[in-house]
């Protein structure tokens, strides 16, 4: 069998095994599997998943999707974190273009035009280019946050980066995750507390109305609803 195919296979049996695991034991079976071979991603809305990941690997690895359009409170938030957590080594993941560069060779504003292509250039390639390094990746993915993440696994196959994906916080409520943001005194993005509860890059991030779907911010005014990353 190939490297592949034996993760593709623990994949599959540890998603059964751990179907019903909490964070923190999805997190040492993912240290205890993969040792320095996997990466957290996080958005710098809060370090609740960093926060988690550093009680089973203090220097674990945090990639950061740096597009070059984030909030000021965003790069705010994740220097926060290399401050708070000392030992976590930030990866900063960048497009291979300048947003100059883009802009040149697409037009200005290309996220307004065609935010899927923009999203392409500027995430999904730095990611699938960042996850190659790594057998196993860790999300901050919750059912909650949207219909089309309602099924996610806590230890699933990533078919499309080729490589393990663990969701540990997939089946908190908002409750639970509120709480243990609160409970611990977790670092957290100030846009949430302005009226930002999903936060993206800037041009493509609104306010969103007291009540309405969360992620109703993100892309306003269009059908997109992902940005690529996870479906």
């Known amino acids: 069998m190939t490297a592949t195919a034996d993760y593709r296979t623990l994949a599959e049996r540890a998603g059964k095994e751990l179907a019903g695991a909490s964070a923190e034991e999805a997190l040492a079976w993912t240290a205890q599997t993969f040792g320095d ?14 926060d988690l990941a550093v009680k089973v690997k203090p ?10 359009y984030h909030f000021a409170e965003t790069i705010g938030t994740r220097d926060a974190v290399q401050t708070v957590y000392p030992e976590v080594q930030i990866v900063n ?6 947003v100059a560069e883009q802009d040149a060779e697409y037009g200005p504003k290309l996220h307004d035009r065609d935010p899927t292509q923009c999203c392409f250039l500027r995430k999904v390639v730095p990611l699938r280019s960042t996850l190659s390094q790594y057998s196993a990746w860790v999300t901050g ?11 996610t696994p806590i230890v699933g196959w990533d078919e499309r980066n080729g490589l393990v994906k663990i969701n540990p916080i997939a089946a908190w409520t908002d409750e639970e995750f509120n709480g243990y943001l609160h409970e611990h005194g977790i670092l957290e993005n100030p846009l949430v507390s302005a009226g930002y509860p999903s936060i993206g890059c800037a041009p493509c991030t609104a306010k969103v109305a007291p ?19 996870h479906g």
């Open 37 to 50: 071979d996997f990466i957290v991603a996080s958005n710098m809305q809060d370090a609740v998943l960093i």
């Open 59 to 68: 220097d674990v690895p945090v990639l950061f999707l740096e597009t070059g």
């Open 93 to 98: 993941a960048e497009a291979e273009q300048s």
């Open 141 to 151: 993915v919750r059912r909650v946050d949207a219909p089309t993440r309602a099924n």
């Open 211 to 229: 009540g309405a779907d969360p992620r109703s911010g993100r892309w306003a005014g269009t059908s997109k609803t992902e940005c690529g990353l």
